[in-house]
T-cell receptor, first 112, second 115 residues
Framework: KQEVTQIPAALSVPEGENLVLNCSFT??????LQWFRQDPGKGLTSLLLIQSSQREQTSGRLNASLDKSSGRSTLYIAASQPGDSATYLCAVGQTNAGKSTFGDGTTLTVKP | GAVVSQHPSRVICKSGTSVKIECRSL??????MFWYRQFPKQSLMLMAT?????????EQGVEKDKFLINHASLTLSTLTVTSAHPEDSSFYIC???????????FGEGSRLTVL
């Protein structure tokens, strides 16, 4: 059974700082890994999708990496802004159609 | 990116009534949709996998007679909370998986309050 862990559970940084969020998974036979952002009381917004054959994906100030052999993914946020404050979740998909396993998320607070 | 729409965003109902929540994929066909429940400050709890044209697959501990799921078309899945009680009050979210990449897209969520 796949288990996904996100560390830290909460993170507070001053504006402008670069930061890394971590996601680890126990079963390396994955189809893809996806990072999401969730604002309070809202649904999830997809940030980056990494297929199992890929090592990283980039979008603006965000960069996500994937190391299947070690069961790890990181989400790098450059030059953080207060608007980045949210909960970030990673989700591991085992197949292209089945359910994904979610971590519990990292709640990020970026202070002005 | 692909859009998933969920309706209603908020609903308040009396205990004992049934509530239906709709999840639509607006610009792609989704053979599989997922329904989640989320408690305050907690992560998503998968309730069931909705399969177009067939019965939903429920996670362990989720009452299928309580939470009725129908996936009648490739763009619409519905969740009906039957005989709702205050303990059913929660945030319900749906997602659909794009066929080409397997990317998950989420609806905006529905907050149910049962009085």
């Amino acid at each position: 059974k796949q288990e996904v862990t996100q560390i830290p559970a909460a993170l507070s940084v001053p504006e402008g700082e670069n930061l890394v969020l971590n996601c680890s998974f126990t079963d390396s036979a994955i189809y893809n890994l996806q990072w999401f952002r969730q604002d309070p009381g809202k649904g999830l917004t997809s940030l980056l999708l990494i297929q199992s054959s890929q090592r990283e994906q980039t979008s603006g100030r965000l960069n996500a990496s994937l190391d299947k052999s070690s069961g790890r993914s990181t989400l790098y946020i450059a030059a953080s802004q207060p608007g980045d404050s949210a909960t970030y979740l990673c989700a591991v998909g085992q197949t292209n159609a089945g359910k994904s396993t979610f971590g519990d998320g990292t709640t990020l607070t970026v202070k002005p | 990116g692909a859009v998933v729409s969920q309706h209603p965003s908020r609903v308040i109902c009396k205990s004992g009534t049934s509530v239906k929540i709709e999840c639509r994929s607006l610009d792609f066909q989704a053979t599989t949709m997922f329904w989640y429940r989320q408690f305050p400050k907690q992560s998503l709890m998968l309730m069931a996998t909705s399969n177009e044209g067939s019965k939903a697959t429920y996670e362990q501990g989720v009452e299928k007679d309580k939470f009725l799921i129908n996936h009648a078309s490739l763009t619409l899945s519905t969740l009906t909370v039957t005989s709702a009680h205050p303990e059913d009050s929660s945030f319900y979210i749906c997602s659909a998986r794009g066929r080409a990449t397997g990317e998950l897209f989420f609806g905006e969520g529905s907050r149910l309050t049962v009085l």
